[in-house]
């Protein structure tokens, strides 16, 4: 795979500052892993500071002429873009797996819908609308103005190595702006290829940059930057609220994409095998590595037995393998770290009385596999459903009213996706008006499209990513008063 990708030419292992490909200026590098195997795919250069004001530099210079061409030009780069995604659908999808371990079906849909917010927003672009307001006085006349906030640091994370890329620089391209891409070091090659791509398509050299390596110095020297004016990141609560803080120095505008902790309600009255399907591929998708993974499946007792086997049954047949064998709907999860954490947290479980009903061990297969999991019995108390495993581990609670349901607890922390299933359209809307979350799937586990506003309440994020909103983030608004007139 990897030297049919290398003949592609997306197989790049360097850093892209002011478009060229380049090294660390110290020369030294990270290795690039599969998890399936363990084997070391590239090394790529472990960038810092200086690297990073580079890279901030070159997304400066370029973010004068990029804002200036005309909304047509940009769109038309973008949509030459996602031309070339779309016709490298395939390579990128195995560059996903063998990075990310993802089954290969699976990466080629991140593919398209990674690829789906690079044509959306080539649209958008165009139809950055200001604004004329009728004036108080006479002689005078109010217009708004909407301009690229400027150069924009975008921080994102593993589990979609193209599509968390593509949602923050399609919108901010298309606004005018120019990046800085730090995408995780576990991941960074897709990133590379779509940033080649781009190249490619005639994006501007320095319109998008991308540096990886040291994470913090990376972060520290986007956040101290006057010349950064925006930071948009998807990753960890806990990383999220450091870059809040630190983008107070210099008051820029933050976009946050961090942890949920996902409820799927399954009420009496819904359709069992809609139910079942939905909740596992809300679970299961990416082997339960997304933010919006099913993480708590609440189902009412009066379906709560027949839900258990139905569900358990669907999770015997999912397939576990290497993302490139035919078949497989689990994949790898992405380090040691993630099956610790997988570990611990059924540990806390079992000790306070849950019960595995299925899984709950490593994978035959040994490196990060893990079994898929269901555990039932479990209680508000336990790690499972107080925070967010990020891993193939469904566990099942029971309720007895739609009130309790509908105000489930950690109310006051995480908010972005949730899922309810009922056949009753007035609780269906009555459940989603109440649920204090970013997005509400209704009879369906798998919500996310361009089009439709993505993002959480509470401490799951700040802003919206994806759709006409998504352009918002990027722009400025500025009142212009016409004076004697
Ligand atoms: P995850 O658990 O999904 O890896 P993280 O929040 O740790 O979530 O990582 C998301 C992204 O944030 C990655 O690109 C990671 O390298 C980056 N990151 C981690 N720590 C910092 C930091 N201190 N400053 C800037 N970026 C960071």
Same mark, same amino acid.
């Given at each position: 795979v990897?030297?049919q990708l290398?003949s592609?030419?997306? !197989?790049?292992t360097? %850093?892209?500052? +002011?478009?060229?490909?380049t090294?660390a200026?110290?020369g030294?590098t990270i290795?690039v892993?599969?998890p399936?195997t363990g &084997?070391?795919i590239?090394?790529?250069p472990c960038m810092g500071?200086?690297?990073?004001a580079d890279?901030?530099s070159?997304?400066y210079?370029?973010f004068?002429s990029w804002?200036?061409?005309t909304a047509?030009?940009?769109?038309?780069?973008?949509?030459?873009?996602?031309?070339? !995604? #779309?016709a490298?659908?395939?390579?990128?999808?195995?560059l996903i797996?063998l990075e990310q371990?993802?089954?290969l079906k699976?990466?080629?849909?991140?593919?398209?819908y990674?690829?789906?917010?690079?044509?959306? @927003?080539?649209e958008?672009?165009?139809?950055v609308y200001?604004?004329?307001?009728?004036a108080t006085l006479a002689?005078?006349?109010?217009? *708004?103005?909407?301009?690229p906030v400027g150069v924009?640091?975008a921080i994102?994370?593993?589990?979609f =190595?193209?599509a968390?890329?593509?949602?923050k620089v399609?919108?901010? !391209?298309?606004?005018?702006?120019?990046v800085?891409?730090k =995408?995780s070091?576990l991941?960074?090659?897709?990133a590379?290829?779509?940033?080649?791509l781009?190249?490619?398509a005639?994006i501007?050299p320095g319109?998008i940059?991308v540096?990886?390596?040291?994470?913090? &110095?990376?972060g520290?020297?986007?956040?101290?930057?006057?010349?950064?004016r925006?930071?948009? @990141?998807?990753?960890?609560t806990? *990383?999220g609220k450091?870059?809040?803080? +630190?983008?107070?120095?210099? $008051?820029?505008?933050?976009?946050l994409?961090?942890?949920g902790n996902?409820?799927?309600?399954?009420f009496?009255d819904a359709? !069992?095998?809609v139910?079942?399907k +939905?909740?596992?591929?809300?679970?299961f998708?990416?082997?339960?590595?997304?933010?919006?993974c099913?993480?708590?499946?609440?189902v /009412?007792?009066? #379906?709560y037995?027949?839900?258990?086997?139905?569900?358990?049954?669907?999770?015997?047949n999912l397939?576990?393998?290497n %993302?490139?064998t035919e078949?497989?709907?689990?994949? =790898?999860l #992405?380090?040691?770290a993630a099956?610790?954490?997988?570990?611990?947290?059924?540990? &806390?479980?079992?000790?306070?009385?849950?019960?595995? /009903?299925? %899984?709950?061990q490593r994978?035959?297969?040994?490196m990060?596999?893990?079994e898929?999991?269901?555990?039932?019995? *479990?209680?508000?108390e336990?790690?499972?459903?107080?925070?967010?495993?990020?891993?193939? $581990?469904?566990?099942?609670?029971c309720?007895k009213?739609?009130?309790?349901?509908?105000?489930?607890?950690?109310?006051?922390y995480?908010?972005?996706a949730?899922?309810?299933?009922?056949?009753n359209?007035?609780r269906?809307?009555?459940?989603s008006?109440?649920?204090e979350?970013?997005?509400v %799937? *209704?009879n369906? +586990?798998?919500?996310s499209t361009?089009?439709a506003?993505?993002g959480? $309440?509470k401490?799951s994020?700040l802003?919206?990513?994806?759709?006409?909103?998504g352009?918002?983030e990027y722009?400025e608004?500025k009142?212009?008063?016409?004076g004697?007139m």
């Amino acid at each position: 795979v990897a030297a049919q990708l290398r003949s592609s030419g997306l !197989l790049q292992t360097q %850093g892209l500052i +002011g478009g060229k490909w380049t090294e660390a200026y110290d020369g030294k590098t990270i290795e690039v892993c599969n998890p399936a195997t363990g &084997d070391v795919i590239a090394n790529v250069p472990c960038m810092g500071k200086r690297e990073t004001a580079d890279a901030i530099s070159s997304a400066y210079d370029t973010f004068k002429s990029w804002s200036k061409f005309t909304a047509t030009e940009r769109s038309k780069c973008l949509r030459k873009w996602y031309d070339l !995604l #779309i016709a490298h659908k395939d390579e990128l999808g195995k560059l996903i797996t063998l990075e990310q371990g993802k089954p290969l079906k699976e990466a080629v849909g991140e593919v398209s819908y990674g690829a789906s917010f690079i044509e959306f @927003f080539a649209e958008e672009a165009k139809r950055v609308y200001g604004d004329v307001i009728p004036a108080t006085l006479a002689d005078r006349r109010i217009v *708004v103005l909407k301009q690229p906030v400027g150069v924009v640091g975008a921080i994102t994370p593993w589990n979609f =190595p193209l599509a968390m890329i593509t949602r923050k620089v399609g919108p901010a !391209l298309a606004c005018g702006c120019t990046v800085v891409i730090k =995408p995780s070091e576990l991941t960074p090659l897709t990133a590379l290829a779509a940033a080649e791509l781009s190249l490619q398509a005639g994006i501007p050299p320095g319109a998008i940059n991308v540096v990886m390596g040291n994470a913090s &110095d990376i972060g520290e020297t986007l956040l101290e930057s006057p010349q950064v004016r925006k930071i948009t @990141f998807t990753g960890s609560t806990a *990383v999220g609220k450091k870059l809040m803080a +630190g983008a107070a120095a210099t $008051v820029k505008k933050v976009s946050l994409e961090l942890g949920g902790n996902a409820p799927c309600i399954v009420f009496d009255d819904a359709d !069992l095998d809609v139910a079942v399907k +939905g909740s596992l591929a809300a679970k299961f998708r990416n082997s339960g590595q997304t933010c919006v993974c099913a993480n708590r499946i609440i189902v /009412q007792e009066g #379906i709560y037995e027949k839900f258990l086997n139905a569900f358990s049954a669907a999770v015997r047949n999912l397939q576990v393998g290497n %993302g490139f064998t035919e078949g497989v709907a689990q994949g =790898p999860l #992405i380090n040691e770290a993630a099956v610790q954490k997988v570990e611990a947290f059924l540990q &806390d479980a079992t000790s306070k009385g849950a019960k595995i /009903q299925l %899984g709950g061990q490593r994978h035959s297969l040994g490196m990060t596999f893990y079994e898929p999991t269901v555990v039932s019995n *479990v209680n508000s108390e336990m790690l499972l459903s107080r925070e967010e495993v990020f891993g193939p $581990v469904a566990p099942i609670l029971c309720f007895k009213t739609e009130e309790e349901a509908s105000c489930p607890f950690f109310v006051q922390y995480s908010g972005l996706a949730a899922y309810i299933f009922t056949n009753n359209v007035q609780r269906s809307w009555r459940v989603s008006e109440a649920l204090e979350y970013g997005l509400v %799937g *209704v009879n369906e +586990g798998l919500i996310s499209t361009e089009v439709a506003p993505f993002g959480g $309440v509470k401490q799951s994020g700040l802003g919206r990513e994806g759709s006409k909103y998504g352009m918002d983030e990027y722009l400025e608004m500025k009142y212009v008063c016409l004076g004697n007139m």
